[in-house]
């Protein structure tokens, strides 16, 4: 069964193409890799998958609803964690959880033995009184996870979630991931520049670049397709080895927040 359907999934920003009509599925259950350069479609696919941009064209159906129709069942039946930090360094631990639980409704009595079931899993069960500001980038991804977790999502969204954190924190975080998609049968969807942990978790993979995906599969099949032995091999024979702008991905994601030349927003 597919959680996630895409078809024919367009987003323009006046003359400006950023996603062009690209189509994947995701099956229930599994940990999907969304692999690209910088400024390729990622964040932008990933904010329509979320509702927080709206599509020019194609359709999307995430567990069955559609993010245009029923924005609010597609929301409760997904947790993310964004590229940049989204949590509140004023609070503690337990207060960052504690106001995601009540914002998406989740009884108190379950709450709160949800969020200390997650911290533990997480292993900040004994920094929950803690203020967020007093925590290593490490251990502030953990709670986002953990906060992105709190009302029994079946999929999470992870853009960039080890971005700028040591190989020994990755290792953890993914062990964690494993575990959440072997216990709780969570379906995972990450985007990452580091191509060995996509290699080593995403049971499939799509790249995109320039707002197409150009190529899809497991990991093997990708290296076996352009004949090289590293999916970092793969991915740059693909994409290609020129360096790009970040200047461009930034122009795009200043669009998208600004709503630029009418093209819909969060609502």
Excluded: C
Excluded at 13 to 27: C, H, N
Excluded at 154 to 170: A, H, N, V, W, Y
Excluded at 203 to 224: E, F, R, V, Y
Aim: no cysteine.
């Amino acid at each position: 069964m597919n959680i996630i359907e895409v078809q024919n999934l367009k987003k323009t920003f006046g003359e400006f193409e950023a996603v062009k009509g690209i189509s994947f599925t995701v099956e229930q259950g599994k940990t999907f890799g969304f692999l690209g350069p910088n400024g390729a479609g990622k964040s932008t696919t990933i904010k329509m998958l979320t509702t927080l941009l709206h599509p020019t064209s194609g359709t999307i159906m995430i567990d069955g609803h559609d993010p245009m129709k029923d924005p609010d069942a597609v929301r409760h039946s997904f947790g993310i964690v964004f590229q940049d930090p989204s949590l509140d360094e004023d609070l503690t631990a337990w207060e960052n959880m504690e106001l995601h639980g009540v914002l998406y409704g989740v009884p108190q009595e379950k709450r709160r033995a949800r969020i200390e079931e997650l911290l533990k899993f997480v292993d900040l069960h004994e920094r929950k009184d803690s203020y967020v500001k007093e925590f290593s980038g490490g251990m502030k991804r953990r709670l986002e996870i953990a906060r992105g977790l709190l009302h029994h999502p079946k999929i999470i969204f992870l853009d960039e979630p080890t971005l700028g954190l040591d190989p020994q924190t990755r290792n953890h975080m993914w062990e964690y991931l494993g575990k959440l998609n072997e216990e709780e049968g969570i379906t995972v969807f990450f985007t990452t520049h580091y191509m060995d942990e996509a290699d080593r978790n995403a049971d499939q993979i799509a790249i995109i670049d320039n707002g197409s995906i150009i190529a899809s599969g497991t990991g093997d099949a990708l290296k076996k397709q352009t004949g090289k032995e590293s999916l970092e091999e793969a991915f740059l024979a693909l994409t290609g080895s020129q360096i790009r702008d970040e200047s461009a991905s930034s122009v795009d994601h200043l669009r998208q927040m600004g709503r630029a030349w009418g093209g819909g927003g969060r609502r």
